[in-house]
């Protein structure tokens, strides 16, 4: 990808209408749950973009289905 180290930065587009600010937010937002956006592209196969997150390990946030069906409605597919 050409410009590959300035896709990360605020209003940096390769669009004529972007605005530059998708990946920078999204790269903020996971960061600041405690995890990391990995990306890789090989010129003429394409890009692989991972998002990774930490589990959560302690029972308070973990939220079963049987807690979460008292408060909402799940839809099963």
Do not use: A, C, W
């Not at 930065?9 to 669009?15: A, D, I, L, M, R």
């Not at 405690?34 to 946030?61: A, Q, W």
């Amino acid at each position: 990808i050409d410009n590959f180290e300035k896709i990360f930065e605020p209003f940096f587009s390769t669009k004529q209408n972007g605005l530059g600010l998708g990946l920078s937010m999204t790269k903020r937002v996971i960061e600041e749950h405690g995890g990391k956006v990995d990306i890789n592209s090989i010129e003429g196969l394409g890009t692989d973009v991972r998002f990774i997150l930490p589990l959560s390990k302690t029972e308070e946030k973990l939220v079963n289905e049987e807690n979460l069906s008292e408060k909402y409605e799940l839809f099963h597919i």
